[in-house]
């Protein structure tokens, strides 16, 4: 049986789960970032964290009240996850963006450094046969090919 001296206890418990299912969102928020914003990412992403927050719902909330639910209990949890997410959300999405732009300049520079490496050059240089053939006076590159022998 349910007593209201315990409410506090789960008031606060559903506080609790509310914030873990905020740093839950705020993993998937950059998971979504780090892929992409485009909507297949994002609905994915959605679903994935309907599922994740409504399995760790249910499963801590079997820890605070035996499986009861009542109203203020869902309060509680929309409380703690707006709590979470006005107290830590900056900061993450400051993180997130930090760390995309990081890996986003490493991935242009690592890509731009194969293509040149992979590219297939032109020989600008002249090259030691070009000049010695230009000085001998026979060669591809000369059009004064001497034709007597």
């Not at 760790?56 to 509680?76: K, M, T």
């Not at 591809?140 to 034709?147: D, I």
Request: charged letters at 15%; aromatic letters at 14%; a positive charge.
């Amino acid at each position: 049986m349910f007593l209201t001296s315990g409410q506090f206890f789960v008031f606060s418990w559903y506080v609790f789960i509310g914030a873990v299912i905020g740093v839950l969102y705020e993993l998937f928020y950059a998971a979504r970032v780090l892929c992409g914003r485009g909507l297949p990412v994002t609905v994915i992403s959605d679903i994935l964290f309907a599922g994740a927050a409504g399995i760790v719902f249910i499963f801590l909330s079997g820890f605070a009240a035996f499986g009861e639910l009542r109203l203020y209990c869902i309060l509680a949890a929309a409380a703690g996850l707006i709590i979470e997410l006005l107290a830590l959300h900056q900061g993450v999405a400051f993180l997130t963006k930090l760390m995309y732009n990081k890996l986003n300049g490493a991935y242009k520079n690592i890509v731009i450094g194969l293509k040149r490496f992979f590219a297939v050059r032109k020989d600008t240089s002249g090259g030691p046969d070009k000049k010695a053939r230009a000085r001998t006076g026979k060669g591809l590159w000369n059009k004064k090919q001497s034709t007597k022998k």
